[in-house]
């Protein structure tokens, strides 16, 4: 869907439908949302990971008795 965005953006640059200081933003916000979504998609990937390790596993699973 970025993709998409970013090449309407380019095409209306080369159109010259737009200010290139108001298209110039555009492309940074969506810069920033691309960022935004990549950092987002690492993390669940780490989380996800951190599932299946089995210290993540034992420390879930064990908890310390009270006495």
């Known amino acids: 869907m970025i993709d998409a965005q970013r090449q ?9 439908l737009f200010d290139a200081r108001m ?7 969506l810069d920033a949302d ?3 979504l990549e950092l987002k ?9 951190s599932l ?11 908890t310390p008795c009270s006495t």
Do not use: E, P, Y
């Open 8 to 16: 309407a953006l380019l095409d209306a640059r080369d159109d010259g």
């Open 23 to 29: 298209l110039g933003s555009a492309l940074a916000a």
């Open 34 to 36: 691309q960022i935004s």
């Open 41 to 49: 998609a690492v993390r669940t990937v780490d989380h996800v990971h």
């Open 52 to 62: 299946f390790r089995a210290d993540v596993i034992i420390a879930r699973v064990i």
